[in-house]
Nanobody, 123 residues
Framework: QVQLVESGGGLVQAGGSLRLSCAASGPTNRAYTMAWFRQAPGKEREFVAAIRWSATNTYYVDSVKGRFTISRDNAKNTVYLQMNSLKPEDTGVYYC????????????????WGQGTQVTVSS
């Protein structure tokens, strides 16, 4: 059983930056695809970004392209989300997810999820 723990959320003004981290523990010696999702108040959870184990492929939702960067350090079993030029509409709880197949993760049906970290962007 893989456990995922997010950190790095907080309150930031519009235009600012935050870096989220997701640390994985448990049987992490497997080629998991990892991703970030977010859920704004009153809205459904949405895909934000994903990265393969090899880090050769990354995917983003259109609304964050050019502003957010997903990366990973497999030696540390950690995935990151660097968020720049933040907007109020980026506000929400950010969740980390992991599974083997990219499509499973992107579809939101990954087997492993963290508890989330709150990001609030003030205008």
């Amino acid at each position: 059983q893989v456990q995922l723990v997010e950190s790095g959320g907080g309150l930031v003004q519009a235009g600012g930056s935050l870096r989220l981290s997701c640390a994985a523990s448990g049987p992490t010696n497997r080629a998991y695809t990892m991703a970030w999702f977010r859920q704004a108040p009153g809205k459904e959870r949405e895909f934000v970004a994903a990265i393969r184990w090899s880090a050769t492929n990354t995917y983003y939702v259109d609304s964050v392209k050019g502003r957010f960067t997903i990366s990973r350090d497999n030696a540390k079993n950690t995935v990151y989300l660097q968020m720049n030029s933040l907007k109020p509409e980026d506000t929400g709880v950010y969740y980390c997810a992991a599974d083997y197949a990219m499509q499973t993760v992107v579809d939101g049906t990954a087997n492993y999820w963290g508890q989330g970290t709150q990001v609030t962007v003030s205008s």
